[in-house]
Antibody
Framework: QITLKESGPTQVKPTQTLTLTCTFSGFSLTSSSVGVGWIRQPPGKTLEWLAL???????RYNPSLKSRLTITKDTSKNQVVLTLTNMDHVDTATYYC????????WGQGTLVTVSS | QSELTQPPSASGTPGQRVTISCSGS????????VNWYQQLPGTAPKLLIYNSIKRPSGIPDRFSGSKSGTSASLAISGLQSEDEADYYCGTWDDSLNGYVFGTGTKVTV
């Protein structure tokens, strides 16, 4: 059974950097065909894919946010970390991590509010 | 903005059939398989259909998917009250080299 869980701050200030950790179990992030992705959803809005990392460390980023995003993995800890720099009010959202290639298993999500 | 367009809402009475469309382009739907997700209020999305037409284990056969050209569809037959949720399509986009989600459709029973 695949499980994922997001952790990180619930509130950040504008211009700060957000760091979120996805801790997973039930699969190994060592294959080029398996990945972990991050998706966010502002309140009342649609889903937005942010980034993806494969088991071979190949990475993909949403072009509209690429300059602000970094995704890394720690295979020994079964964790994937996402950083998003220069946070703004529009980045307030629930952030999810999910198992790829189908996004068939999701974490519960963590609501991050950007407020001064 | 999303590369995949869905109608904002759809509705039906219990037992009816509802169809949700997902319109894309040659770089996404036409070139890749489509996934569909159901998001109940206050919960994380759940995979409903993958590879355009397949259902994960545990998903009732009331849910079915199809794809043709640059569009895909999700059909819900025998509509039930517990089907009230937001539904999203998703697929890989070769031009963006990333994953894209649809604009979402709220289904009301």
């Amino acid at each position: 059974q695949i499980t994922l869980k997001e952790s990180g701050p619930t509130q950040v200030k504008p211009t700060q950097t957000l760091t979120l950790t996805c801790t997973f179990s039930g699969f190994s992030l060592t294959s080029s065909s398996v990945g972990v992705g991050w998706i966010r959803q502002p309140p009342g809005k649609t889903l937005e894919w942010l980034a993806l990392i494969y088991g071979d460390d190949d990475k993909r980023y949403n072009p509209s946010l690429k300059s602000r995003l970094t995704i890394t993995k720690d295979t020994s800890k079964n964790q994937v970390v996402l950083t998003l720099t220069n946070m703004d009010h529009v980045d307030t959202a629930t952030y999810y991590c999910s198992h790829f290639p189908r996004f068939d298993s999701w974490g519960q999500g963590t609501l991050v509010t950007v407020s001064s | 903005q999303s590369e995949l367009t869905q109608p904002p809402s759809a509705s039906g009475t219990p037992g009816q059939r509802v169809t949700i469309s997902c319109s894309g382009s040659r770089s996404n739907i036409a070139s890749n398989t489509v996934n569909w997700y159901q998001q109940l209020p206050g919960t994380a999305p759940k995979l409903l259909i993958y590879n355009s037409i397949k259902r994960p284990s545990g998903i009732p056969d009331r849910f079915s998917g199809s794809k043709s050209g640059t569009s895909a569809s999700l059909a819900i037959s025998g509509l039930q009250s517990e089907d009230e949720a937001d539904y999203y399509c998703g697929t890989w986009d070769d031009s963006l080299n990333g994953y894209v989600f649809g604009t979402g459709t709220k289904v009301t029973v």
